[in-house]
């Protein structure tokens, strides 16, 4: 049940009239020929004041196939707005299938939740479950929920579909399942074929977060050899000129947020919302996530202190200013992952992440160790050439075992929390 597939004929009221029952079935034909307007006429002002919720999400998922994307997410926001607590679980589904077709699948995580508390037993709200947590990159939970989607409708080729969708997105970078899933894939193919889903649908696109990430490394690589070979004034050159380039970021995504109805600050707080309800509710990814809030620290001193320490190493010196000055902004930067971990988690989660565990106390107190060590030789006369060749290779070395040390926590904290689900 991905976001451009629903159930036809649940969009009817059950006390609407019977044109109004198989209005689902012909508006999704006018929109698959682009008859966008005929469509609009069936899905009336008075069909959406009968048939309330549906009526709005049926509208919506006209204006969401016209990219009508305002107008779309406000008749979604309309919809929600009218579903009361005994609300049936179509309405929730339908509702995740057009947010998950206007690209914002935080928010149709929230629908997906409601559906599923508002059905408990149903196959559909598993489908968008794992449907959602695939477009997330959360592939375990993709899973999951796709498994207990066939489990409680093993005839139903969209539960079979779920699975072998959320399956390929864990393929790795060869384009291949894992072994321990390939049974399991190959399976979940062979029956939604034999139950008549459309070939195209049973493998995940790819997405482009590998592609991104190299990308990101590749130009952190850059930037870092650049500064590495030039002077203090190039570093802060590259400094002036990465503050621009989050800033015009930063510019584009809140315009992205304006044209598509929801502003970029909405936007952050539902997302927030959404994420500290998950983490509330499951302990095993609340572990996850106070793991990684610290993953970023060793990179700290690697694009601070690391810099005047290498030049110490081959007998260009900085001057004590700037030393101090890169120093001082990997305080800031620390500082900033801290606040942005609290803001983004809340002020429990932080000192949790940071301040109880000894996985955060040692990455916070080693890195800060650094960022002192580099300015203390730095102020100190007569250091020894060894000196900042040791403290270089701390910095790389740390750089490596904070990094081994988050990846292995993390990745056996996932893989318990997979077997528990």
Not at 69 to 81: F, I, S
Not at 93 to 109: F, K, M, N, Q
Request: aromatic share 6%; net charge neutral.
């Amino acid at each position: 049940m991905d976001s451009g597939q629903g159930d036809d004929g649940a969009f009817g009221a059950a006390d609407a009239p019977d044109d109004d029952a198989s209005s689902g079935e012909r508006v999704h034909s006018l929109v698959a020929q682009s008859r966008f307007a005929e469509a609009h006429a069936l899905v009336s002002d008075a069909f959406v004041e009968r048939n309330g919720s549906a009526g709005y999400l049926l509208r919506a998922w006209i204006l969401a196939q016209e990219k009508r994307r305002p107008q779309a997410r406000e008749a979604v926001d309309w919809a929600l707005a009218l579903a009361g607590p005994a609300e049936a679980a179509d309405v929730f589904v339908l509702a995740g299938v057009v947010l998950l077709s206007l690209d914002e699948p935080h928010a149709a995580l929230t629908v997906a939740l409601r559906a599923t508390g508002a059905d408990p037993d149903g196959w559909e709200p598993s489908v968008l479950l794992s449907d959602v947590y695939r477009r997330l990159g959360r592939v375990p939970d993709a899973v999951a929920a796709a498994r207990r989607a066939v489990a409680l409708a093993p005839q139903e080729a969209e539960a079979q579909v779920a699975l072998a969708r959320s399956l390929t997105s864990g393929r790795g970078l060869l384009g291949r399942v894992p072994g321990r899933h390939r049974a399991e894939h190959q399976g979940a193919v062979e029956r939604a074929l034999m139950l008549g889903a459309d070939p195209s649908q049973l493998s995940a696109p790819r997405g482009g977060a590998l592609a991104g990430t190299v990308a990101v490394v590749l130009l952190l690589g850059v930037q870092l050899f650049r500064i590495a070979t030039g002077d203090v004034w190039q570093v802060i050159a590259t400094a002036a000129g990465g503050a621009a380039m989050v800033a015009l970021a930063v510019i584009l995504i809140s315009v992205s947020g304006r044209h598509s109805g929801t502003p970029l600050p909405a936007r952050l707080l539902g997302i927030r919302a959404t994420v500290r309800t998950e983490l509330a509710a499951d302990p095993w990814l609340r572990r996850i996530r106070e793991i990684n809030a610290a993953a970023v620290l060793p990179l700290v001193p690697l694009v601070t202190t690391v810099l005047p320490c290498d030049k110490e190493r081959q007998r260009a010196p900085w001057p004590l200013w700037a030393v101090s000055a890169v120093a001082a902004a990997g305080v800031a930067a620390v500082l900033v992952v801290i606040l942005a971990v609290r803001w983004w988690y809340g002020g429990l989660f932080a000192e949790r992440a940071f301040l109880r565990t000894w996985n955060g106390l040692l990455q916070l107190g080693v890195v800060l160790a650094l960022l002192a060590a580099t300015v203390a030789l730095a102020a100190a006369s007569r250091v020894p050439h060894a000196a900042w060749q040791t403290l270089t290779l701390a910095h790389l070395a740390w750089l490596l075992a904070g990094t081994a040390l988050t990846v292995t926590m993390s990745a056996r904290a996932h893989r318990e929390r997979a077997s528990a689900l």
